[in-house]
C-alpha cells in the first residue's frame, strides 16, 4: 500500500505526527504501523522512559490524555501507544480536546481496529487537521493473492498462482494469519525457491490434491472420478473441509462462469478483469464453459442455494455433510 510505504518513509526521515488514529476493519496494517512506530522512534535507552502502551479495556481516555501530556525525560520525544483502543468507542469522542491541541513532544498511537470514526464530529476533523488519520481497509477475497504475491516479492521470493490461490482458500482474507503462516515457509525455503503447492503441503499442512481448489477444477473439467475421491476425503475429514466453505466457494465459481457466457469477449485479459481472477486461472473458465452452457449453470447455481440452505438447516433438514457433498456431485455433474 502507498499509504503504508508513506508513512514509514516519513518515520525514517523523522517527520513525525503527533497523533496517528490506525482505524478499520483489517488489522494487519493497523499492528503494521503501530508496530514500526513503537520499534523506530526511540532507541533501546529512551523507551525505558518514554514509550508507553495501554490497553482499551484497562485505560480511560482521561488517563491517556495525562500520559500524552507528560514531557518526555531525556528524549525529544515520547510515545505512547494505546492498542485494542476500540473499547474505547463510547468515549472515544472525549479525546478531541486533546486533538485540537496535541503535545509536540508526544507521539500518540491510537489503534482503533475493526471500527471507523464518524467523519461528522468534531475528533475526526481535529484529527485531519493535526494528526495523521489511517483507515485499513478489508482485502477482497480476489486482491489477498496478489498481496500474499507483493509481500513475497519485496522480500525477493516467488509464489505460483496456484499455491496463493491454495492459501487464501484455505485461510481466507485474515492477513495476520496468512502471515504468519508465510513466515514459516520463509524460514525453510531458499532464496531462489518458489513457493509451491508441495511445499505449502510440506510445511504448513494444507493438502495440494484434496482441497476446494482441486475439487473446483475437477468438476469444471468433468471428471467425476478426482471429484468423487475429493469428497470422499472431505466426508472423512469435515471439521477441516466445512460444507459451507465448499458450497460457497463453487457458488462463486459457477456465478463467475454465468458472467463468462455473458461476455463476448473471452480473452484472458478481459476475462481476468471481467471476473476479478488471476489470469492463470482463465483457462479453467474457458475448459468449464465448454462443459456447462449457460442455461446449465442457472439450474446449477440455484440447486447450490438449495443445497446452501440444507447445509444450514433451514427447513428442518438434518443431512450429515457426506449426504450434502454426495447430493453436490450428483446435482452439478
Partial sequence: MEEIKKIVEDINKRSFFPIYFLMGDEPYYID?????????????????FNQMVLYGKDTSIDEIISNAKRYPMMAEY?????????????TIESLVGYAENPQPTTILVVCYKYKKLDKRKKLYKALQKNGLLFESKKLYENQVADWIRRLLAGRGLKISPKASALLVEFLGTDLSKINNE???LVLVIKKDEEITPDLIEKHIGISKDFNNFELKKAIGERNVKKATRIITYFAQNPKDN???????????????????HGHNDHSSRNV????????????EYQVAAKNYPMKQVSHIIS???KLDMKGKGVGAYNNSQADLLKELLVNVM
Fill in 242 to 260: 466445512p460444507f459451507v466453505v465448499t458450497i460457497t466457494l463453487l457458488n462463486t465459481f459457477f456465478t463467475q462462469l454465468l458472467q463468462y
Fill in 182 to 184: 508465510l513466515e514459516k
Fill in 32 to 48: 503494521k504501523v503501530s508496530g514500526y512506530i513503537a520499534d523506530n522512534v526511540l532507541n533501546e535507552e529512551e523507551k525505558g
Fill in 272 to 283: 481476468s478483469s471481467v471476473l476479478g481472477i488471476n489470469p492463470y486461472f482463465v483457462g
Fill in 78 to 90: 515520547q510515545v505512547v501507544i494505546v492498542k485494542e483502543a476500540q473499547h474505547l468507542s463510547r
Fill in 303 to 305: 440447486e447450490l442455494r
